[in-house]
């Protein structure tokens, strides 16, 4: 069964700081991750999709990396600003032997201090 | 597009009383997932859906659970009868199959009394 852990679970920043938040997933056959973002009371809105054959995606200041051979994903973000206080969750997509199976991370609660 | 549209945003209703939340998913998406977010539990995968057909049932705690895909711009999920630990946001995303990215809605927010 796939398992996908994010550390931390909580982080608070000063504004203008460069952070990043990791994603780490105990199956290597991924089919794609993806990062996503959640306000509090609302959905979650997509931010980075990274397909298995890719290493990263850019969305303006947000950056996503995929190291598959270690599990691993990062989603840095530049220049951090208050309004990019959220919960940013990874979700891991494994397709294989007919099931097709998403798996979330619990996220990171992200605090940027003016 | 208006998004993935979920109904009714906010449920609160009495222990035993049946519930039933609808989706309408994105024109075109032919993956659709129901999803359940507690603070304890984070999000879990109830039910996902490919073409309509349901392909893997196995995140739906308990029989008193349903949840039905009777076109490909339509699905509900049933709770009867409700208990107060169903109390959570229910999601309901979808998306296209060959990209595997996932488009949210709102959630409806239950509260089992």
């Known amino acids: 069964k796939q398992e996908v852990t994010q550390i931390p679970a909580a982080l608070s920043v000063p504004e203008g700081e460069n952070l990043v938040l990791n994603c780490s997933f105990t199956d290597s056959a991924i089919y794609n991750l993806q990062w996503f973002r959640q306000d509090p009371g609302k959905g979650l809105t997509s931010l980075l999709l990274i397909q298995s054959s890719q290493r990263e995606q850019t969305s303006g200041r947000l950056n996503a990396s995929l190291d598959k051979s270690s599990g691993r994903s990062t989603l840095y973000i530049a220049a951090s600003q208050p309004g990019d206080s959220a919960t940013y969750l990874c979700?891991?997509?494994?397709?294989?032997?007919?099931?097709?199976?998403?798996?979330f991370g619990k996220g990171t609660k992200l605090s940027v201090i003016p | 597009d208006a998004g993935v549209i979920q109904s009714p945003r906010h449920e609160v209703t009495e222990m035993g009383q049946e519930v039933t939340l609808r989706c309408k998913p994105i024109?075109?998406?032919?993956?659709l997932f129901w999803y359940r977010q507690t603070m304890m539990r984070g999000l879990e995968l109830l039910i996902y859906?490919?073409?309509?057909?349901?392909?893997?049932d196995s995140g739906m705690p308990e029989d008193r659970f349903s949840a039905k895909m009777p076109n490909a711009s339509f699905s509900t999920l049933k709770i009867q009868p409700s208990e107060p630990r169903d109390s959570a946001v229910y999601f309901c995303a979808g998306g296209p199959r060959v990209t595997g990215e996932l488009f949210f809605g709102e959630g409806s927010r239950l509260t089992v009394l």
């Open positions: 859906f490919n073409n309509n057909v349901p392909i893997d």
């Open positions: 024109s075109g998406h032919n993956s």
């Open positions: 979700a891991v997509l494994y397709s294989g032997a007919g099931s097709y199976q998403l798996t």
